[in-house]
């Protein structure tokens, strides 16, 4: 399976702020693609889900995607 995300990361932190950076780590049923996916090492890929469930208990970000 191929990286969707070529580019390097710009930042190494990611912040539960900005919520339309963060949605695009996320796939069409507002679940966190996985490191295969992403390309994120394992430290990246911890941030950016603890970034994203914050932003989903501040109502930034879905649970589910509304059908």
Request: proline share 1%; aromatic share 12%; with cysteine.
């Amino acid at each position: 399976m191929a990286k969707i995300f070529k580019q390097q990361v710009d930042s190494t932190y990611f912040e539960y702020k900005d919520y339309k950076n963060l949605q695009r780590y996320l796939d069409i049923y507002c679940q966190i693609e996985s490191r295969k996916k992403t390309g994120l090492t394992e430290s990246q890929q911890r941030q950016l889900s603890r970034a994203i469930k914050r932003a989903r208990h501040l109502g930034l970000l879905p649970f589910v995607a509304s059908s």
